[in-house]
């Protein structure tokens, strides 16, 4: 069984989170620059079997895309053609920065860590990708 990579993307840093070998947990991994993120997930996909991408993908509280939306599908789109043999599934990001902010509270991290716009991210991705794990397990 491969593992579950979830990508919180942006336009200038790129959050990941993976899951374990059993897809059960998600845990914050990297957070990479938007150029370069291909690179890194391509060498990630030759050192760990990947099962499935999982990608939030943003939305107002109207459920209306934002000025990020198309940035995002436009990723999925490329990211599906970079590998074509991996499912790529798009989660609703709501809320994930918020959630992750207050995660890391809560988790005792220092103010300046919380203030880590790469550290929120990281957090963020593991966010997205817990909330697919939760919605796959209904």
Do not use: C
């Amino acid at each position: 069984m491969g593992r579950i990579l979830a990508v919180d993307y942006g336009n200038k840093r790129v959050g990941i989170a993976v899951t374990d070998v059993l897809q059960m947990i998600a845990n914050p991994l990297e957070t990479v620059h938007a150029k370069d993120v291909f690179t890194y997930l391509k060498d990630y996909v030759q050192r760990e079997p990947v099962d499935a991408f999982v990608v939030g993908m943003p939305k107002r509280l109207t459920g209306e895309p934002t000025d990020a939306t198309q940035h995002v599908i436009g990723f999925v789109r490329k990211l599906q053609k970079e590998f074509p043999a991996i499912p790529v599934h798009t989660v609703d990001e709501r809320f994930t920065s918020s959630m992750a902010k207050k995660a890391m509270l809560a988790g005792g991290l220092k103010k300046m860590a919380r203030q880590d716009k790469a550290t929120v991210d990281r957090v963020s991705a593991a966010i997205i990708l817990q909330s697919y794990l939760e919605s796959k397990a209904i």
